[in-house]
């Protein structure tokens, strides 16, 4: 199993920033892919950003150029940094973690709310 903490959500202008944190615990060693999925009010659940255990990225079109997602292996933790934030981007923020035998574990989540 692993257990996924996020942190660093909040109140936000637009045009301002916010970097999110996600440490894992358990069995850090099996995790392959971490990822950042959103939720907003009666919409589904959508990947931000996801980064490989190689440190390949992958963005949402929506986020490109202004959103960064970094990993610290040592640390087992993935960081969103969120930049020139828009009202669209308010949504309750999920970290996640697949496995290499292709099992999902997710974060409880995290309020961003980007006021214009």
């Known amino acids: 199993q692993v257990q996924l903490v996020e942190s660093g959500g909040g109140l936000v202008q637009a045009g301002g920033s916010l970097r999110l944190s996600c440490a894992a615990s358990g069995n850090t060693f099996s995790i392959d892919d971490r990822g950042w999925y959103r939720q907003a009010p009666g919409k589904q659940r959508e990947l931000v950003a996801v980064?490989?255990?190689?440190?390949?990225?992958n963005y949402a079109d929506s986020v490109k150029g202004r959103f960064t997602i970094s990993r610290d292996n040592a640390k087992n933790t993935v960081y969103l940094q969120m930049n020139s934030l828009k009202p669209e981007d308010t949504a309750v923020y999920y970290c996640?973690?697949?496995?290499?035998?292709?099992?999902?574990?997710w974060g409880q989540g995290t309020q961003v709310t980007v006021s214009s």
């Open positions: 996640n973690a697949k496995t290499y035998w292709h099992q999902n574990f």
């Open positions: 980064i490989s255990s190689g440190g390949s990225t």
